[in-house]
């Protein structure tokens, strides 16, 4: 699906509601951002309806929530306190590799975190593996 989807997109072809450009859904980070699927299918429409944009700082938290289920609990923190004007923005980051390879220094911590069944999609999200 994400083949077809850089296909379509280098080629001009995706549907016009198909925005893959802006500021970032979870943060509003305007920089630096890029599509990130979180359900592949069963259609390519489907696939196209769960495209978010995101920065790469956000992008990579999402990736690394499984193995830092308390560092992914700590950036939603981030991202309702930026959002109710408690905190500033963190500077934005280049591209996911620069998150990941700190995360190489992060211990790794038992943390039993509960997602929500309303709110924000991200909110939503598991730290399990499924």
Known sequence: MYAKFLYQKKKGTLPEWRTVDGACDMCGDEHNTMPHAE???????????????????????????YRFPKKWKEHLDYIKDLKNKKTERLPS?????????????????????????VGEWWEKLTTKRE
């Open 39 to 65: 359900e592949y299918g069963p259609t390519f429409e489907d696939y196209l309806k769960s495209i978010h944009i995101l920065c790469g700082r956000c992008h990579a938290m999402l990736h690394l929530r």
């Open 93 to 117: 980051i280049p591209n996911m590799n620069v998150l990941y390879q700190q995360s190489k220094k992060w211990d790794k911590e038992e943390y039993n975190y509960k997602e929500k069944n």
